[in-house]
């Protein structure tokens, strides 16, 4: 019987295997070499295996597997990586996340809602909402607040009583403590209260919503 006939059956009946057991219908190392028994075993004695063809199949079989191990290799070393990542997110509880944004989206007829975090009780202070040039197109006075998340709302008018043109404005906040010391905040600047992992995603806790851990643009210290 030729090689390459044995050859031919030998991967014929391999890649045939119901698809059940092999679904993508690919040729492992085990494959390759179930092969390459199959030639020896059933060649030609007047007609021997060629010896190039034999060290051939072999060096390509040893790469299979080298790739196999490779790969195996990779995947342990994305779940040590992922272990990692998530271990240092968690260590991120309790430090200040900043968005990098305290934009907020106004459209006709709404009333925005948004979130201010403060890092000392509030005796007294103001929200301001800008527009994009930067000018104070709003001001909410603040009375009082208790350290930690504030809730507010803002009623799509200007200082004059005049509704804004939808768009984006951004909301800043200057404010005294009991003590009356001045401090800033704005949207987009919380304390990390937890870490949520959900579906492959890593999800922080910013005020009352849980946002992407990589929508955060920098953590610091609380």
Same mark, same amino acid.
Request: zero cysteines; a negative charge; hydrophobic letters at 35%.
């Given at each position: 019987?030729?090689?390459?006939?044995?050859?031919?059956?030998?991967?014929?009946?391999?890649?045939?295997?119901?698809?059940?057991?092999?679904?993508?219908? &690919?040729?492992?190392?085990?494959?390759?070499?179930?092969?390459?028994?199959?030639?020896? &075993?059933?060649?030609?004695?007047?007609?021997?295996?060629? *010896?190039?063809?034999?060290?051939?199949? /072999?060096?390509?079989?040893?790469?299979?597997?080298? !790739?196999?191990?490779?790969?195996?290799a990779l995947k342990e070393l994305a779940v040590s990586l992922g272990a990692s990542r998530d271990f240092s997110t968690i260590a991120a509880i309790?430090?200040?996340?900043?968005?990098?944004?305290?934009?907020?989206?106004? #459209? #006709?007829?709404?009333?925005? &809602?948004? +979130?201010?975090?403060?890092?000392?009780?509030?005796?007294?202070?103001?929200? #301001?909402?800008? $527009?994009?040039?930067?000018?104070?197109?709003?001001?909410?006075?603040? +009375?009082?607040? $208790?350290?930690?998340?504030? *809730?507010?709302?803002? $009623?799509?008018?200007?200082?004059?009583?005049? =509704?804004?043109? #939808?768009?984006?404005?951004?909301?800043?906040?200057?404010? !005294? $403590? /009991?003590?009356?010391?001045?401090? +800033?905040? =704005?949207?987009?600047?919380?304390?990390?209260? !937890?870490? =949520?992992?959900?579906?492959?995603?890593?999800?922080?806790?910013?005020? !009352?919503s849980y946002i992407p851990f990589t929508d955060i643009k920098e953590v610091t210290q609380g």
């Amino acid at each position: 019987m030729a090689v390459d006939n044995v050859s031919s059956t030998a991967q014929t009946s391999l890649t045939s295997t119901p698809s059940g057991e092999n679904p993508k219908a &690919k040729l492992g190392k085990d494959d390759f070499l179930m092969l390459l028994l199959t030639e020896l &075993k059933y060649q030609d004695p007047t007609e021997p295996m060629d *010896s190039e063809k034999i060290l051939s199949q /072999t060096s390509q079989l040893a790469g299979l597997e080298a !790739s196999e191990n490779t790969n195996k290799a990779l995947k342990e070393l994305a779940v040590s990586l992922g272990a990692s990542r998530d271990f240092s997110t968690i260590a991120a509880i309790g430090k200040m996340a900043d968005t990098g944004s305290n934009a907020i989206v106004y #459209e #006709e007829g709404s009333s925005p &809602k948004f +979130e201010l975090y403060f890092s000392e009780a509030v005796a007294s202070g103001n929200v #301001e909402v800008l $527009d994009a040039d930067g000018k104070v197109v709003s001001t909410i006075p603040i +009375e009082s607040a $208790d350290k930690g998340i504030g *809730s507010f709302e803002w $009623d799509g008018k200007d200082s004059s009583g005049n =509704r804004v043109d #939808e768009g984006i404005y951004y909301i800043t906040a200057k404010y !005294s $403590d /009991t003590e009356g010391v001045s401090h +800033e905040t =704005r949207v987009g600047l919380y304390p990390i209260e !937890s870490v =949520r992992f959900d579906e492959g995603k890593t999800l922080v806790k910013l005020g !009352s919503s849980y946002i992407p851990f990589t929508d955060i643009k920098e953590v610091t210290q609380g």
